[in-house]
C-alpha cells in the first residue's frame, strides 16, 4: 500500500517478496497493471538463478490463446462484463442502466458465438457483431458463420439504443484485439515466475484490456489453473474496490495466496485492507493518504497529567461584647410597742459587669491531579510522508498477534557489512 510514481519501492518490494517465495521452492505469477516493468527485476534475478521465466506484455505483439479452455457461456460472460463494466469515482460498479447493457451484451455474445466455429478471436466476435446490424466487413467469417448471424438477424431489435450498443462493443473488441491478438500460447504457464503485463496508459484500450485480465484470472482460478501458486497484482486499485473485492473472495475460495499492490487506500479500497492478514505500508505522497494508512497501523495509548488544580483558603473571625446592668432597693420597717417605738431604714445597692471576646482563624490547603487515558498513533503520518522510497512498515496480523515492524527492501542491503546470512529466528507474538 502506497509506495513511489515511479514504482522503484514496489519493484524492491516485490524482489524481496519473490526471492523469499521462490527459495522456498514456490512457484509466482505477477499481473503487472501498471505499464511501469515492476516485475522485470524479479524477472531477470529468477533468470540468473536458472529458474525458467516468462515475461509477457500484451502489447500487440505476443499470442495468447485467450479462450482456451472457456465455453461460449464464459466467453460471453466474461466479455459482457469487460464491455459494461464501468466503475464510478469511488470504486463502485453496477446500476440499473449497467444490468440492462449486461444483459444484452451477454444475450448478443452468446448469438454470435453460436454461430461461429473454433477458434473464436476477438476480432471475428467484433465482426459477427457488425452482422448484427447488417454492415461491416466479413472476410474474417466463413460463409456459412455469415448464413447462421444473417439467419438471426431477425431476433435482434434494429432500434437505435440497440444499434449504437453493437456498434460500440464492436469498436471495443477491435481495440482489444490490437492488445491481444490471438494466437495459440497458453495464458498461464507453469514456469517458476510468471509475469503478464498490460501497457501503460489511461486510454479506454487500457481499461478495457485490465477488465479483460481480471475476467481472465477469475476463470483461472476457479479451473485451478493457478493451484498452488502466489498471484501477485501490481497495481489492482486499477480495477476498482468491487473488482478487487471480488477477487480476493474468490481467490481465497480457490485457496490462491493473493497479493495487491494498491496505490491509494480510498473510498471501497479502505475496507479491503488488512483481510489477508498481512500489510505493507510505504511511503505515502498524500496527507489522507498518509492518516489512512496511521489509523491502519494503529494507536497505542498511556496516561498523562491533564488536570492539576490547587486550592489555597484562609478564614479570620474576631467578635466581642459587653453588659452592665445595676440594681437598687430602699426599704423602711417600724414597729411600735408600749414600752417603746422601733423604726428600721434598709438602702441596698448592687451592679453587674460583664464582657467577651471571641478569636478564630482557619486556613485550607488543597491540591488535586487528574490523569487521563489518551490514545496516540503509534506511527505519525508525518512519519509516514517522510519515509524513503524503499522502506516500508509491516503490519502482521496472521500469527494470531499483532506485529508492526519497520523495514527496507533495497536489495544491496544484503550485500553490506554485518548483515547475517541466516533466517532471524521467529519472534513471539504477545
Known amino acids: 500500500m502506497g509506495g513511489d510514481p515511479a514504482r522503484y519501492g514496489w519493484?524492491?518490494?516485490?524482489?524481496?517478496?519473490?526471492t523469499s517465495l521462490l527459495s522456498g521452492g514456490r512457484r509466482l505469477a505477477v499481473l503487472d497493471l501498471t505499464g511501469q516493468e515492476v516485475g522485470g527485476e524479479l524477472v531477470r534475478l529468477a533468470a540468473a538463478r536458472g529458474m525458467d521465466t516468462r515475461w509477457a506484455v500484451l502489447d500487440g505483439v505476443t499470442d495468447f490463446d485467450l479462450f482456451a479452455g472457456l465455453g461460449?457461456?464464459?466467453?460471453?460472460?466474461?466479455?459482457?462484463?469487460?464491455?459494461t463494466d464501468r466503475p464510478d469515482a469511488t470504486g463502485r460498479s453496477g446500476g440499473a442502466e449497467q444490468l440492462h447493457e449486461r444483459v444484452l451484451a451477454v444475450e448478443m455474445l452468446r448469438k454470435v458465438l453460436a454461430c461461429l466455429d473454433r477458434p473464436v478471436t476477438l476480432a471475428r466476435l467484433a465482426a459477427g457483431l457488425r452482422m448484427l446490424r447488417r454492415s461491416g466487413e466479413t472476410e474474417l467469417l466463413a460463409p456459412p458463420e455469415i448464413d447462421r448471424l444473417l439467419a438471426g438477424v431477425g431476433d435482434v431489435d434494429q432500434n437505435d439504443w440497440t444499434g449504437r450498443q453493437l456498434r460500440l462493443w464492436a469498436a471495443h473488441l477491435d481495440l482489444l484485439h490490437e492488445v491481444a491478438p490471438s494466437g495459440a500460447r497458453p495464458l498461464w504457464s507453469n514456469h517458476a515466475v510468471s509475469v503478464l503485463a498490460t501497457p501503460g496508459g489511461k486510454d479506454d484500450r487500457k481499461d478495457l484490456i485490465d477488465r479483460l485480465v481480471l475476467q481472465l484470472v477469475r476463470h483461472a482460478m476457479a479451473?485451478?489453473?493457478?493451484?498452488?501458486?502466489?498471484?501477485?497484482?501490481?497495481?489492482?486499485?486499477?480495477?476498482?474496490?468491487?473488482?478487487?473485492?471480488?477477487?480476493?473472495?474468490?481467490a481465497r475460495v480457490a485457496g490462491v495466496r493473493l497479493v495487491l499492490f494498491l496505490d491509494q487506500p480510498q473510498d471501497d479500497l479502505e475496507k479491503i485492507v488488512g483481510t489477508g492478514g498481512a500489510v505493507c505500508?510505504?511511503?505515502?505522497?498524500?496527507?489522507?493518504?498518509?492518516?489512512?494508512?496511521?489509523?491502519?497501523i494503529g494507536k497505542g495509548y498511556k496516561f498523562v497529567v491533564n488536570q492539576l488544580s490547587h486550592q489555597e483558603g484562609r478564614t479570620f473571625s474576631d467578635g466581642g461584647g459587653d453588659s452592665f446592668s445595676a440594681n437598687t432597693?430602699?426599704?423602711?420597717?417600724?414597729?411600735?410597742?408600749?414600752?417603746?417605738?422601733?423604726?428600721?431604714?434598709?438602702?441596698?445597692?448592687?451592679?453587674?459587669w460583664t464582657g467577651n471576646r471571641t478569636w478564630s482563624s482557619t486556613e485550607n490547603i488543597s491540591t488535586s491531579t487528574t490523569t487521563t487515558r489518551v490514545?496516540?498513533?503509534?506511527?505519525?503520518p508525518q512519519a509516514i510522508l517522510a519515509m524513503d522510497t524503499t522502506e516500508f512498515i509491516l503490519v502482521d496480523s496472521s500469527t494470531g498477534g499483532r506485529q508492526v515492524?519497520?523495514?527496507?527492501?533495497?536489495?544491496?542491503?544484503c550485500?553490506?557489512?554485518?548483515?547475517?546470512?541466516?533466517?532471524?529466528?521467529?519472534?513471539?507474538t504477545p
Open 11 to 18: 519493484a524492491c518490494l516485490l524482489v524481496l517478496l519473490g
Open 72 to 83: 461460449p457461456d464464459e466467453i460471453a460472460d466474461s466479455l459482457a462484463y469487460v464491455l
Open 223 to 250: 479451473d485451478n489453473a493457478l493451484a498452488g501458486r502466489h498471484l501477485v497484482v501490481v497495481g489492482a486499485d486499477r480495477l476498482g474496490g468491487t473488482a478487487v473485492r471480488t477477487l480476493s473472495e474468490q
Open 281 to 296: 505500508i510505504m511511503k505515502m505522497y498524500n496527507h489522507r493518504d498518509a492518516n489512512i494508512a496511521a489509523e491502519f
Open 329 to 352: 432597693n430602699t426599704g423602711t420597717n417600724s414597729s411600735r410597742s408600749r414600752m417603746k417605738s422601733t423604726r428600721g431604714l434598709s438602702d441596698a445597692r448592687g451592679h453587674t
Open 375 to 380: 490514545y496516540e498513533f503509534i506511527t505519525e
Open 405 to 413: 515492524v519497520m523495514a527496507n527492501c533495497y536489495p544491496p542491503i
Open 415 to 428: 550485500l553490506s557489512d554485518r548483515v547475517s546470512s541466516t533466517v532471524a529466528p521467529p519472534r513471539d
